[in-house]
C-alpha cells in the first residue's frame, strides 16, 4: 500500500519534441491518497495510458518525478517497484494451470512454497477461483482470464499500488457488471491503492472514490464523482461526464450580468472582472433545466425516453438545450419556456470555469 | 419458407479443381501404384507381379542404407535448423528501420533456385580453387569433399543449413511478432527471468509456426534431392545417396520402372507416417 505522488511529470514520445502538441502527457502534479480507489478518464489518446505505465515503471518519464511513500521511484524498473497491473487484454500464460499462473510471481520471487499455496488459495478463494485452480488458463473465458491476471498482482502481499488499463473491455456485458463490483468489494476488503483507466465514464465513477480526468495529456479535473458532475471545471468534464452531456451556450457578459442570446441568466459564481477577448460559454447540466413559467423562449424538437426520465431537445435558434424531465411530468407542446438552476449554471471562458 | 431445388449444373463449376487434381495427383499417383505391381520390358508390355517389387525392396540392403542415411541426415538438418532459426529470430530486432534489412537478407537464401545453391556451394568447397575448400585446406585441415565422406556430409548439411535455416527464422519471427506487448510488461511486472518469457510466453506462442516450420523442414529435407545431387551426386561412393537419389537412379538410371514405383509408394507412405506423427506430438497439448 503506498501514497502515490507524481511531481512535475512530463512525457513525451519523441527525442526532441518541440510543440506543445508533441508532448503526449503534459506537465502535471497528482497525488494518489494510500488505500484509495482512483480513475484516470478520459478519450483514447488523451495520455491516460501513458500516465499508467509511467505509474507502473514501463516507461521512464521525459521530465518529472514518480514517488511511491518516501521513495523516488522514477528509475527503477516495474517489478522492483512492488506494482501490479491488469491490461486491457487478459494476459494468462497459456501453458501453465490457474494454480501455476497465480503461483507465478510469487515462485520469481522465491517465496517458500508452503508460503506460496497459502496465498495463491486465499486469493483464489477471493477470485473465486478454487474450484478451476488445476484447469489450464488457457481454457478459461475472457473474465476467467482477467481474474487470473488481477490475482497475479494480488497475490503479492508487498503491492504497493493495482492499476487497471480498460480492464472490462473484452468482457460480456453481463459480466462486466459482475467484475466491476467484484473489484470495488476487492478494494474494500484489500484497501490497497488501486488506479483505474478507463474512457467508460460509468466504469469510473461507480469504481472511484477520486475520478482524474483527462484530456490532450492535460488533467482537466480531479475530484470525487460528484464534484465532477456539480460543478465540472472544464466544457470538456461537462460533455465527457453525464449522459447526456452539460449544455453548452454561447454567452456575452456586461455590466456584472451573464446573458444568452440577450436573455439574463444567473450563474452561481459570477466572475468580477470578465476576462478580456475570451470565449464566454455558458454551462448547464439537463439535470439542472426546467420548463417554467418565462424564461428562455425554445422549440420542443425531440423527446426520447431513457426508462427512469425522458430527455426532452429543445432549440432557440441555432443552439439545442437539452433537459430532463420525470416520466409523469407535463410535457409542453412545441414553444415553451427554460429556467437554469442558478446554483448549477456556471460560466466558462475560453472552456475553463471563470469563477 | 423456401425450398432447395438440386441444381445439376453446378457439377460444372467444380469441374476445374476435379481436373486439375486428376491430372495433378490421382492419375500420377494411380500410375504408380499400376507400376508397382508389374514388370516392365520394352515395347510396352506388362506382366503383373502382385507384391514382388514390395518384398524385394523391403529386404533390400540398399534401401535400409539409403533410408538409415535419409533419417540421419533429416535429423541433423532439424536438429540445427530449429533451434538455430529460433534463436536468430529472436535475437533480430522487432522495431526500427534494420527489421525490413534483417528480413531480406534472411529471405535471400530462399530465393535462389535449388540447383545454383547446389552449384554455388559445389564451387565454393572445391578444395583446390573453393574459397571453403581452399582455405580449410591453407588451415591445415584435411578437406575434399569428392573424396571423404564426412567432409561431404559435413558440406551438404552446412548447404541445407545456409539455404533453409532462413525459412524457420521467418516463421518464427512471425509468430513472435505476433505477441502482445502487454505479454511482456505483465511479465516484467510478475519478475519474470528472460528464460521464463522464453519458455512461458515466447514458446507457447510460437508453437504453431514451429509445428509449421517442422513439418516443412522434415518434408522437404526428407525428399531433398537436387541440392546434394549437384554438390555430391551421391557421392563419395554411396555416402550421400539418400532415398530421392537412390530412387532417381533405380527409376531413370536403370527405368526399373515396378520396382521405383514401389519404392516411391513406400517412400510416400514413410512421410506421410512421419509428418502424421510430427504433426500429432506437436498438437496434442491443444486437444486438451
Keep these: 500500500m503506498a501514497l502515490v505522488r507524481l511531481k512535475g511529470l512530463r512525457h ?34 488523451c495520455g491516460k495510458t501513458t500516465l499508467l505505465n509511467i505509474i507502473s515503471g514501463l516507461l521512464r518519464p521525459s521530465e518529472g518525478e514518480v514517488w511511491f511513500d518516501e521513495h523516488d521511484v522514477t528509475t527503477l524498473p516495474p517489478d522492483a517497484r512492488n506494482i501490479a497491473q491488469v491490461f486491457q487484454f487478459p494476459v494468462v500464460y497459456d501453458t501453465m494451470s490457474v494454480y501455476d499462473n497465480l503461483a507465478f510471481p510469487l515462485r520469481n520471487r522465491g517465496i517458500a512454497p508452503a508460503d506460496v499455496d497459502a496465498r495463491v488459495r486465499e486469493i483464489a478463494t477471493l477470485l473465486d477461483l478454487d474450484a478451476m485452480l488445476e484447469q489450464r488458463a488457457a481454457g478459461l473465458t475472457a473474465d476467467g482470464k482477467q481474474k487470473i491476471s488481477l490475482g497475479r498482482g494480488l497475490v503479492r502481499s508487498d503491492v504497493a499500488v493495482i492499476m487497471f488499463d480498460e480492464p472490462l473491455t473484452v468482457i460480456d456485458p453481463h459480466l462486466k457488471w459482475r467484475l466491476r463490483s ?17 474512457h467508460d465514464q460509468t466504469e469510473a465513477l461507480t469504481f472511484a472514490d477520486q475520478v482524474v480526468v483527462m484530456n490532450e495529456g492535460t488533467v482537466v479535473q480531479a475530484g470525487t464523482p460528484q464534484e465532477l458532475f456539480e460543478r465540472p471545471r472544464h466544457t470538456f468534464v461537462g460533455h465527457f461526464i453525464g449522459s447526456p452531456g452539460m449544455n453548452v451556450l454561447p454567452a456575452t457578459f456586461a455590466d456584472g450580468v451573464v446573458r444568452f442570446a440577450g436573455h439574463p441568466v444567473a450563474v452561481a459564481t459570477p466572475p468580477r472582472t470578465p476576462p478580456a477577448g475570451a470565449t464566454l460559454e455558458i454551462g448547464v447540466r439537463p439535470e439542472f433545466v426546467r420548463f417554467g413559467p418565462d424564461g428562455i423562449p425554445v422549440r420542443v424538437l425531440k423527446v426520447r425516453d431513457s426508462g427512469r426520465y425522458r430527455i426532452v431537445e429543445t432549440q432557440h435558434d441555432a443552439n439545442t438545450i437539452k433537459l430532463l424531465i420525470g416520466e409523469d411530468q407535463p410535457l409542453p407542446s412545441d414553444t415553451a419556456h427554460l429556467r437554469f438552476d442558478r446554483a448549477h449554471t456556471q460560466l466558462y471562458a475560453d472552456g475553463w470555469i471563470a469563477s | 419458407m423456401s425450398t432447395k431445388t438440386p441444381n445439376q449444373k453446378a457439377w460444372w463449376l467444380v469441374m476445374p479443381v476435379v481436373v486439375l487434381v486428376a491430372f495433378n495427383a490421382v492419375i500420377p499417383l494411380m500410375t504408380v501404384v499400376n507400376y508397382s505391381v508389374q514388370e516392365t520390358f520394352g515395347d510396352n508390355q506388362f506382366f503383373f507381379e502382385g507384391f514382388k517389387w514390395f518384398r524385394e525392396l523391403i529386404e533390400s540392403e540398399r534401401f535400409h542404407d539409403a533410408l538409415k542415411r535419409q533419417l540421419l541426415f533429416t535429423g541433423i538438418i532439424l536438429a540445427i535448423e530449429i533451434p538455430l532459426g529460433v534463436a536468430i529470430a529472436l535475437a533480430m530486432p522487432r522495431r526500427g528501420p534494420w527489421v525490413s534489412v534483417c528480413l531480406v537478407l534472411m529471405a535471400m537464401p530462399l530465393l535462389i533456385p535449388w540447383n545454383v545453391v547446389g552449384a554455388m556451394w559445389n564451387i565454393l568447397a572445391l578444395p583446390d580453387i573453393g574459397l571453403l575448400g581452399r582455405s580449410l585446406n591453407a588451415m591445415g585441415i584435411d578437406y575434399n569433399f569428392t573424396r571423404q565422406p564426412v567432409a561431404a556430409w559435413a558440406t551438404l548439411i552446412a548447404m541445407d543449413v545456409w539455404h533453409w535455416t532462413s525459412l524457420v527464422v521467418l516463421l518464427a519471427y512471425a509468430g513472435l ?78 527405368f526399373d520402372l515396378g520396382p521405383a514405383a514401389a519404392m516411391s509408394l513406400v517412400y510416400f507412405l514413410i512421410v506421410l507416417l512421419l509428418s502424421w506423427i510430427f504433426y500429432t506430438v506437436m498438437t496434442k497439448d491443444e486437444a486438451d
Design chain 1, 12 to 45: 513525451s514520445y519523441r527525442q526532441q519534441p518541440k510543440t506543445d502538441a508533441d508532448w503526449a502527457v503534459k506537465r502535471l502534479d497528482l497525488e494518489w491518497a494510500d488505500g484509495s480507489a482512483n480513475a484516470l478518464l478520459g478519450p483514447s489518446g
Design chain 2, 177 to 254: 511478432s505476433a505477441i502482445p506487448d502487454a505479454y511482456y510488461q505483465a511479465a516484467k511486472i510478475d519478475g519474470a527471468s528472460s528464460w521464463a518469457v522464453f519458455r512461458y510466453i515466447q514458446l507457447p506462442k510460437m508453437k504453431r509456426v514451429l509445428t509449421i516450420a517442422v513439418l516443412l523442414r522434415f518434408m522437404d529435407s526428407f525428399m531433398i534431392y537436387t541440392e546434394p545431387f549437384v554438390l555430391t551426386g551421391g557421392g563419395p561412393g554411396n555416402a550421400t545417396t539418400l532415398l530421392s537419389i537412390d530412387l532417381v537412379k533405380i527409376a531413370l538410371g536403370r
Design chain 1, 182 to 198: 467484484k473489484l470495488k468489494e476487492l478494494h474494500q476488503r484489500l484497501g490497497r491503492t488501486m488506479i483505474y483507466v478507463t
